[in-house]
């Protein structure tokens, strides 16, 4: 069973940075697409960000935060991040990595993902 673990979320200031980390145990994470999702308070999960094992140059991003965002990955470290370069309070949401075992493309749904981190806090503040 792979385990995903989050961390790096909390409050952060609209112009301020935050970068969200999730490492995986195991030995395959180099053959996982991962992505990252998020759920504010009433609405559903939505994807925000993936990468698959092409690494960086395979990044594609929720129309929400293109541009804002950028997401990268760090096989040697079995981590994935999530960069929130230019938050607004408009991301306040428990943000939660996953991890395809498939690989692929990539998916920006919640279905196509086998394994889940236990979710971080994100909270911006204007």
């Known amino acids: 069973q792979v385990q995903l673990v989050q961390s790096g979320g909390g409050l952060v200031r609209t112009g301020d940075s935050l970068r969200l980390s999730c490492t995986a145990t195991g030995r395959a994470f180099s053959t996982y697409t991962m992505g990252w999702f998020r759920q504010a308070p009433g609405k559903e999960r939505e994807f925000v960000a993936g990468?698959?094992?092409?690494?960086?140059?395979?990044?594609f991003f929720a129309d929400s935060v293109y541009g804002r965002f950028t997401i990268f990955r760090r096989n040697d470290k079995n981590t994935v991040y999530l960069e929130m370069l230019s938050p607004k309070p408009e991301d306040t949401a428990v943000y939660y990595c996953a991890a395809d075992e498939s690989g692929g493309s990539g998916s920006r749904y919640g279905v196509d993902y086998d394994y889940w981190g236990q979710g971080t806090q994100v909270t911006v503040s204007s």
């Open positions: 990468i698959n094992t092409l690494g960086r140059l395979s990044a």
